[in-house]
């Protein structure tokens, strides 16, 4: 009966194994990277649909990383509390851009700014610039 063996090299052991060590915290730092590239596109989306964006500016947040149920790695970028609008009421900040983003019943056209600022592009280049950090130089 035919038999064979076959033997890695011990630097290309090393070098799995520490990638299986960190891939996780690489993952973690690149979907960090690219929310950082959509609150960017975000932040100057909002310039062109709103007149004034100081206050809602304050309430577009990135959330902190975090592991699903799933074992999938999230972070996410959204609009979180109330501010304070011209009239001195408190509004929620979600629901305002949710009604920039896609109209209002009482007829208010659309101006979206969310759904633009997703650059696939960009995004995957950022995060390819995280994992090159991370993978062993030859």
């Known amino acids: 009966m035919?038999?064979?063996v076959a033997e890695l090299p011990y630097e290309l052991i090393k070098e799995l194994e520490e990638l299986a060590e960190n891939s996780e915290q690489m993952c973690k730092e690149m979907t960090r990277a690219g929310a950082k590239v959509v609150h960017k596109n975000v932040v100057s989306n909002m310039k062109k649909s709103f007149k004034k964006t100081d206050n809602l500016?304050?309430?577009?947040?990135?959330?902190?990383?975090y592991k699903t149920s799933d074992d999938s790695i999230n972070t996410k970028v959204g609009f979180y509390?109330?501010?304070?609008?011209?009239?001195?009421?408190?509004?929620?900040?979600?629901?305002?851009?949710?009604?920039r983003e896609r109209g209002t019943s009482r007829g208010e056209?659309?101006?979206?700014?969310?759904?633009?600022?997703?650059?696939?592009?960009d995004i995957e280049q950022e995060m390819l610039k995280v994992q090159e950090r991370y993978l062993p130089k030859e």
Do not use: H
């Open 57 to 65: 500016e304050k309430c577009l947040k990135i959330t902190r990383t």
């Open 109 to 121: 056209a659309p101006k979206p700014f969310f759904r633009k600022s997703f650059k696939k592009k």
């Open 81 to 99: 509390g109330y501010f304070t609008n011209e009239n001195g009421q408190e509004v929620p900040a979600a629901l305002v851009a949710n009604a």
């Open 2 to 4: 035919a038999k064979f």
